[in-house]
């Protein structure tokens, strides 16, 4: 019997455990993938802390990369040794109104999130549907790479879908785990890109990674310093902190939209503030897998980073604490042997 190796969370609440189990065979749609590394992302907290409709024990864990070592019986496309990566998105039919609506992500027959629903990537192996695959560019190195699974291509996402166009001004709110890559991919994609964070520790760092300006909030009010500049066409807010996210939504330009990808409680706006400028505030699924494949390529084509730190796999609870404690620089990502 050939077994494998896992970090389960055993039940809502509880630390992990290292357990050593069966390899489970693919089913007609999946494929097994061999795990390289798996980024250590909050959204974890949600399978660690019990939300609604978990079973456990769950393995969690939603940006991976690894190489497939068995593919089921009716996987078309994909052969053994592919290397794929498999973010939060957990798979689609392909044939429900949602998916032949390109909704994927809201699929009838298929729900929940990779780490979350079905076992994710804190483990030697796992399963996959062949749907939720994205292939990755050869020059990617897995453990560096495998935070734009979901941090990646959340960011990128919400920024290419907001509506700015080349050279209009992108606020991103936050230089954390998402912030950072933030920076990064609204600089590529040719907006003016503003940095908006407390202090000015990190004010160096943000302009290294393609900021044009930089605003203090903890020393300006953010909403007013963008509306001197003109007012953001976009703002991607990564902060969870609710009132920092209200502290800001003022700064949005006429037409201008904040997409919300890192809040954690409800936020209160005052609507004159959006409706005097025909302004929005929306939320963005992270991605399907093609978008994950768009995240990946860009990345590869303009030298795109996650600045992660490494911990073996042995040491996931010890990865979850840091994560989970803000400490982090800036993504945490275990690497199997």
């Known amino acids: 019997m050939s077994t494998m190796r896992a970090m389960i969370v055993p039940q809502a609440g509880a630390p992990f455990e290292l357990v050593e189990r069966e390899i489970p065979t693919p089913g007609r749609h999946e494929v097994l993938v061999k795990v390289q590394a798996c980024g250590v992302c909050h959204s974890d907290a949600m399978t660690v802390g019990g939300a609604p409709g978990i079973e456990y024990p769950r393995i969690p ?50 729900h929940g999130a990779t780490g979350v629903s079905r076992d994710g990537g804190y483990a030697t192996h796992m399963l996959a549907l062949a749907s939720a695959l994205a292939h ?30 080349a050279g209009d001004l992108v606020a991103v709110h936050g230089i954390g785990g998402l912030g950072h890559l933030g920076i990064q991919f609204a600089a590529r994609l040719g907006f003016r890109t503003v940095a908006v964070n407390r202090g000015t520790d990190k004010e160096g760092l943000a302009r290294s990674l393609g900021a044009h300006d930089y605003i203090d909030s903890a020393a300006n009010d953010p909403a007013q310093a963008l509306r001197a500049m003109g007012g953001a066409r976009v703002i991607i807010a990564t902060v969870t902190a609710t009132d920092a996210m209200q502290a800001i939504v003022g700064g949005l330009g006429a037409g201008g939209t904040m997409m919300v990808i890192g809040a954690t409680g409800p936020i209160q706006i005052n609507p004159i503030e959006l409706i005097t400028k025909s302004a929005g505030v929306r939320g963005w699924y992270s991605g399907v897998s093609a978008d994950s494949e768009d995240t990946l390529r860009f990345s590869e084509l303009h030298a795109i980073a996650s600045m992660n730190e490494i911990y073996p796999f042995e040491q996931a609870q010890a990865a979850y604490d840091h994560m989970i404690s803000g400490k982090a620089r800036f993504r945490v990502v275990l690497k199997m042997d």
């Open 136 to 165: 990755v560019p050869a020059s990617l190195d897995s453990v560096e790479s495998a935070p734009l699974l979901c941090a990646g291509v959340t960011t990128f996402n919400a920024i290419r879908n907001a509506g700015a166009r």
């Open 61 to 110: 864990g939603h940006e991976v990369i690894g190489t497939i070592e068995v593919v089921g019986a009716d996987v078309d496309g994909w052969s053994v040794g592919d290397r794929v990566g498999v973010g939060w998105f957990p798979g689609s039919c392909g044939y429900c109104p949602h998916c032949r609506r390109s909704e994927a992500y809201a699929c009838d027959n298929v």
